[in-house]
């Protein structure tokens, strides 16, 4: 491969994770259409590597390109959510398993702990969510693997597509605040089969949790996202 070709390549890479970052964050929201001046000018990149770019989070569901209309945030469904779940909780298992007392990872997820309950007590929902987000993507790395961790990261990318859908996910969040810092106990105190005991609880319930609001949201009449709403509320 020309070396240009190569660089372009590692470079359309490189954006595709920023914006996957950003949809984590809440940036933008499901169902807006992405302006590619605006974009590529955010990301100080071409408008043809953007392109690149979309084609990469097309490919891993992210986005939607509709020909002549441009390149929208997906809006992932019930189905969607079932199938994310379905993933945590084979890499989070697995990273339980994996968990050694004294890993950087252990101290990154005690960090968020706290920095969770501060945006808890000020009300910062879209915080709070990102931060749990942060959480469970800091417990993967247990794995040491940047591949798991990439998966992941796709992962937690559609599942704040699902969050985006709805009005007021407070609810969705402040109970695992707590459950987070409980986690993070038993994992540091090395007792891994309590751990893993709690993560299963953790994880059906917050999935019987998103379905039921994704399906009061879906039986609702639609609301249109106007480009750049999610950014108002950006943590």
Not at 49 to 55: A, D, G
Not at 168 to 195: F, I, M, Q, S
Request: one cysteine or more.
């Amino acid at each position: 491969m020309p070396a240009d070709m190569e660089e372009e390549g590692s470079l359309a890479s490189k954006a595709a994770g920023r914006i996957r970052n950003m949809l984590i964050e809440g940036y933008f929201g499901p169902g807006e259409k992405l302006s590619e001046v605006q974009v590529a000018g955010l990301l100080g990149i071409s408008r043809n590597t953007l392109r690149e770019v979309f084609r990469i989070l097309a490919s891993q569901g992210l986005l939607t390109q509709v020909p002549n209309r441009g390149a929208f945030v997906a809006a992932p469904d019930e189905a969607a959510v079932i199938d994310i779940y379905r993933t945590r909780r084979v890499i989070q298992r697995g990273a339980v398993h994996a968990a050694t007392l004294g890993h950087p990872a252990l101290a990154r997820m005690r960090a968020l702990v706290v920095e969770a309950e501060d945006m808890r007590r000020a009300g910062n929902w879209q915080a709070v969510g990102t931060l749990n987000m942060d959480f469970h993507r800091a417990m993967v790395e247990f794995c040491d693997s940047a591949r798991l961790s990439a998966c992941f990261d796709l992962v937690m990318a559609e599942l704040r597509l699902v969050f985006g859908q709805l009005a007021d996910t407070g609810h969705l969040h402040e109970p695992y605040v707590e459950l987070n810092a409980a986690l993070y106990k038993l994992l540091l105190e090395g007792r891994t089969a309590e751990a893993l005991s709690l993560l299963d609880h953790y994880l059906i319930q917050s999935e019987r949790s998103v379905l039921a609001a994704l399906h009061r949201r879906r039986a609702e009449p639609p609301v249109r996202t106007e480009p750049g709403a999610s950014r108002t509320n950006r943590r």
